[in-house]
């Protein structure tokens, strides 16, 4: 049987057009006819996750017929000059599903990419070949890198997922205890951290004297701290830089993400406001804890008052394919009040604008400018003597950021500088009915500005080096008053012998100079590697306090003509090994810090409305060395990590500012010195979007002074204590546990929610956080020694998360 000719042609054209539907879609770009003149074109484009809006930096980009291939930068996006064709763009990024798509390019175009997460089923082995090694394989030693979402399932004190208190469980740093604000970092001092949200910095990051930390965990992506090896493209600070990145909202869909908890809620909202054009992202948390100081029994906790709140505002606008601009605002304000005797508020405002622009496959700039300002406040709220003292920083920051990655190298240059207006202190009697008088002394000014250099390469595939050069140049600035001292004497009030006055933006005093940064690695053997580095880092800002633990009036200073700036000389070994396809990763590192010009305080100071504050103060130097052992395990039904660092930090002081050295001119411990810290960490899943989660955290108890004798005269004791710092409080442990539910029980429900439940301190353990000496009743002359611990109890905690 013949088919008719009409019915032949209309069945070939049926094959025709199933035949192509079945084919990969073509993406073409300019036309055959219209070739762009040169033979070669441009394809850009930004790679994401689809599902969260999160960029994808590090994503590799490939054509493998011309073996041509990139990286994408840290906003995820990425560029190749490529000749005019046919070909297949092939995408890859660690723990997501590959893409492809086959392009037909003629002119300049732009492709973006969305990769999902890959989905693993339950087994002891999630992943198999496709978990990084990046600790093994980079240069650089002493860098740990946590997402938020690895630590959401971690127990939480009263429901807040921490970033700060996430720290503390790495190798390497620890703190004081409870309700201490800041860190401390292989024997550095909480000042000698850098912290910078999306680049700007902040000079106070915690909630509540220490117990919430400023970023709120919708809003952050990742966090990175630096704490070895320093590129030259970061400084300022002694010891650590911590990096912490803010999500851009998404670009195509409205997204709403929130929680509710026992003291705090937050709410975060996203969305386009003009479609693949202009995204925002604000979030907000607030806290109302009053009622839970309502339940304690003692009368003064009862009348206290504790709570913050803050917000995040984010808006990126992509101003075309090669560049984009992001204008983000922070803004924070705390408030704490013990009954009637004394209180602190402080708060913070910053605002940043960055700027990024593509200029070629392997070459981009980033420029950004920030403006922030921090105001502290104590106060006495009533009696005859109230009164109200406030200080602060306003500060602003410039940065311009170059990438060039020609070949093996990757390469960082650019310039930075920071202006530091620190705010007068300020007294005023908080009512009518105080005696307090007004008092007013002016704080110092500086301005500083670092070029750099930086250049990570291969030299062979077992040998890299990541190289830099930073050279800081600073200047105190007036308005000021120089005061000269008689030099055959301590600095005293009585010792001034001629004063100099200086103009507003007249120099006082320079600094600078060169900070080499080095870093290497070498492999020897199959997922295996040795790393050294060596770091110089120059402070010219510091943290002055006479307390253990800081206070939100301590004084920031910057460097001036007798405070010179911090000098820091950081040395670094370690061995880094990965198991079982990087399932395990383990490295064993080992120290060494040098420091000069270190700030300590002489017996009995008067910090606060001091207008000659170096009559105070005296210089030292510092040291500090130890080990650090970290056993991670990386996929599997059970997670989590063990780490263990011993660590000695050490001050001498031998200043001329003193009748006598303190401590004979030894060494003596820092009030952080912390030899053992151990911790535990471990998540077990128990399905698909549900957690168990333990932590165990141990460290020797921290340096005191102590009471060794009395004696009496004219029947009055006067106690006689020990050389600084020669005992020690009792050792710290704490035991946290948490639940994480899925309250989800479709595979893709429209509202994803969970319930989080975590008892923090499980063991009730009165740590004790400082001791100190009283006496005990009027009769008897000899103090004795008692405890104080911040948290006593078991803290249980309940929130409830939701997104859509």
């Known amino acids: 049987m013949k088919l008719p000719g009409v019915s032949i042609t209309i069945l070939l054209l049926f094959c025709s057009l199933c035949a192509s539907a079945q084919e990969e879609e073509v993406i073409k770009f300019g036309r055959f006819f219209a070739k762009k ?15 969260t809006g999160d960029v994808m930096a590090g994503a590799e980009v490939f054509i493998e017929e011309i073996d041509v291939g990139t990286t994408s930068n840290e906003n995820g996006n990425y560029a190749l000059i490529i000749p005019i064709g046919e070909y297949t763009v092939q995408v890859r990024f660690i723990g997501h599903e590959p893409a492809s798509q086959k392009i037909e390019i003629y002119d300049d175009g732009v492709l973006d990419f969305g990769l999902n997460a890959q989905s693993y089923s339950l087994r002891e082995v999630v992943v198999e070949a496709t978990i990084d090694d990046k600790n093994v394989r980079t240069a650089s030693a002493g860098i740990a890198e946590l997402k938020v979402k690895e630590i959401r ?23 004081i205890g409870e309700g201490a604000a800041g860190f401390n970092v292989r024997g550095g001092r909480i000042d000698q951290n850098l912290v910078q949200l999306n680049g700007a910095s902040l000079f106070n990051t915690s909630h509540v004297l220490g117990f919430f930390s400023a970023f709120n965990p919708d809003i952050v992506d990742k966090f990175t701290l630096y704490k070895g090896s320093v590129p030259a493209q970061y400084g300022g ?28 809620s937050r709410l975060t909202a996203e969305g386009p406001i003009v479609q ?6 604000v979030g907000a948390r607030a806290s109302y804890s009053d009622w839970l100081l309502g339940l304690v029994q003692q009368p003064e906790i009862r009348q206290s008052a504790a709570s913050f709140y803050d917000a995040n505002a984010i808006i990126t606008h992509r101003i075309n394919n090669n560049h984009q601009l992001t204008l983000s605002y922070y803004g924070s ?66 940065k311009q950021d170059f990438f060039y990655a020609p070949g093996k190298h990757t390469i960082h240059f650019g310039l930075e500088a920071n202006i530091h207006q620190m705010k007068p202190d300020v007294l005023t009697p908080r009512n009518l009915n105080s005696v307090v008088l007004p008092e007013t002394v002016e704080k110092d000014r500086s301005r500083d500005v670092a070029f750099y250099f930086n250049d990570e390469f291969r030299i062979s595939d077992k040998f890299s080096i990541n190289l830099g050069l930073r050279y800081s140049f600073f200047q105190q600035t007036g308005p000021d008053r ?36 080095l870093s290497m690695r070498y492999e020897v053997g199959e997922n295996a590697s040795v790393k050294m580095s060596y770091n110089r880092i120059r402070q010219y800002i510091h943290l002055v306090t006479n307390t253990t633990a800081p206070t939100p009036v301590d004084i920031w200073q910057v460097s001036n003509t007798y405070i010179p700036p911090q000098i820091a000389d950081n040395f670094s070994i370690g061995y880094f090994k990965n198991f079982n396809r990087n399932v395990w990763e383990t490295s064993l590192e080992f120290y060494y810090k040098d420091l000069e010009n270190l700030i300590d305080f002489a017996d009995f100071p008067t910090l606060l409305l001091n207008e000659n504050i170096e009559t105070d103060l ?50 003596y411990p820092t009030n952080y010195d912390s030899p053992h810290n151990f911790t535990f960490v471990t998540k077990r899943q128990l399905g698909k979007k549900s957690f168990f989660s333990l932590n165990f955290t141990y460290r020797t108890g921290r340096p005191i002074s102590g009471l060794i004798s009395n004696y009496e005269q004219n029947n009055s004791p006067i106690p006689h204590f020990s050389e600084r710092n020669q005992y020690r409080i009792p050792d710290y442990y704490r035991l946290d546990i948490s639940f994480l539910f899925s309250l989800n029980k479709k595979a893709n429900p429209k509202v994803e929610s969970n319930l989080s439940l975590s008892i923090y301190n499980l063991l009730s353990r009165r740590n004790a956080f400082s001791v100190f000496y009283r006496r005990p009743d009027e009769r008897i002359l000899i103090p004795v020694a008692y405890q104080l611990a911040v948290l006593g109890s078991a803290f249980p905690s309940i929130t409830y998360n939701f997104s859509f």
């Open 37 to 51: 003149a040169g033979g070669n074109a441009v394809l850009k484009g930004q790679i994401t996750n689809p599902s």
């Open 333 to 398: 304000s705390d408030l704490f009040r013990y009954a009637q005797e004394f209180g602190y508020r402080y708060s913070t405002q910053l605002a940043s604008l960055k700027w990024n622009g593509i200029f070629g496959s392997n070459f981009s700039t980033t420029g950004f400018l920030a403006i922030g300002d921090y105001k502290s406040n104590s106060f006495l709220p009533e009696g005859p003597e109230s009164f109200d003292l406030d200080n602060g920083i306003r500060y602003y920051q410039y």
């Open 237 to 264: 600070r002694a010891s650590s830089y911590l990096d912490v990145f803010a999500k851009s909202g998404d670009f195509e869909r409205f997204k709403l993400k929130g929680g509710v908890g026992l003291i705090s």
């Open 618 to 667: 005296v210089l030292g130097q510092g040291r500090a060395y130890g080990g650090e052992l970290y056993i991670r395990r990386k996929a599997g039904r059970w997670t989590g990590w063990l780490s263990y660092t011993y660590s000695r930090s050490e001050i001498r002081i031998e200043s001329e500012n003193l009748d006598r050295p303190i401590n004979n001119g030894d060494w």
């Open 153 to 175: 399932a971690l127990p939480t004190f009263l429901g807040e997922v921490d970033v700060v208190k996430s720290l503390l469980l790495l190798p390497g740093v620890s703190t």
């Open 482 to 517: 120089l005061f000269t001292y008689n030099q055959e004497q301590p600095r005293a009030d009585f010792t001034i012998i001629d004063t100099t006055t200086f103009n507003r933006g007249q120099t006082v005093k320079s600094y600078g100079g060169f900070e080499p940064r």
């Open 276 to 281: 693949d054009k202009t995204s925002f992202l």
